[in-house]
């Protein structure tokens, strides 16, 4: 069986939500990271003491799974479903194949190392 790695960027305030969606399907380990970026709104105009400026990236979230190749179908449903807004900036998902996954306490590899 092979391996994928999914990459999600959602906005922060979906964080919970999407978590929820995964512990529903019975996934154990992600990693989350705070990102900045901007996609095609190309970030916002912002007044801070009477001065106009530029904000280009906006805050989002980074969630990584690597995940057997069979669930990634419902996984990748699950985060799009709970993350999404309808408006512009909700992010995007990408998924990838992982060539080996070892688990360092024990050397255990391929899908036993999830």
Not at 40 to 63: A, C, M, N
Not at 75 to 87: L, N
């Amino acid at each position: 069986m092979s391996l994928r790695k999914l990459e999600a960027i959602i906005k922060p305030f979906k964080l919970e939500e999407v978590k929820e969606a995964l512990t529903e399907l019975g996934i154990e380990g992600l990693t989350v990271s705070e990102v900045k970026g901007f996609g095609r709104q190309k970030g916002h105009t912002e007044i801070y003491r009477g001065s106009e400026y530029t904000v280009d990236f906006l805050p989002k979230i980074k969630i990584e799974i690597v995940l057997a190749d069979n669930l990634v179908t419902s996984v990748q449903a699950a985060i799009v479903k709970a993350a999404r807004t309808g408006k512009i900036g909700d992010g995007k998902v990408f998924v990838s194949p992982v060539d080996e996954a070892v688990r360092i306490r024990t050397q255990e590899v391929g899908e036993k190392a999830l």
